[in-house]
């Protein structure tokens, strides 16, 4: 088992930054992957964000140059920057860290997520 803590959410100002943090413990693999998605209402949870084990990062077109995502290891924390905020980023953020197993098999595990409010 995998658990994940995220924390840094909160209500901002349109044009501000927050720094998403999700703690990682237990069983976590050496080839992973750690991801942020966000959620809103009546809408399926959708990738902003991933970074793999060996650092490769992945994003959202809607993201791209707002978002930065990164990891520390040795913490085993995975944090998403965000800057410029905008209303419609707006949504619960979602911690995923995805363990790859041998044969390809993936576990996924999730936070509780943490709310994002941005006022315009």
């Known amino acids: 088992q995998v658990q994940l803590v995220e924390s840094g959410g909160g209500l901002v100002q349109a044009g501000g930054s927050l720094r998403l943090s999700c703690a990682a413990s237990?069983?976590?693999?050496?080839?992973?992957?750690m991801a942020w998605y966000q959620q809103t209402p009546g809408k399926q949870r959708e990738l902003v964000a991933s970074?793999?084990?060996?650092?490769?990062?992945n994003y959202a077109d809607s993201v791209k140059g707002r978002f930065t995502i990164s990891r520390d290891n040795a913490k085993n924390t995975v944090y998403l920057q965000i800057n410029s905020l905008k209303p419609e980023d707006t949504a619960v953020y979602y911690c995923?860290?995805?363990?790859?197993?041998?044969?390809?098999?993936?576990?996924?595990?999730w936070g509780q997520g943490t709310q994002v409010t941005v006022s315009s």
């Open positions: 237990g069983s976590i693999v050496s080839n992973n992957v």
């Open positions: 995923n860290a995805r363990n790859i197993l041998i044969g390809g098999f993936k576990i996924d595990y």
């Open positions: 970074i793999t084990s060996g650092g490769t990062t």
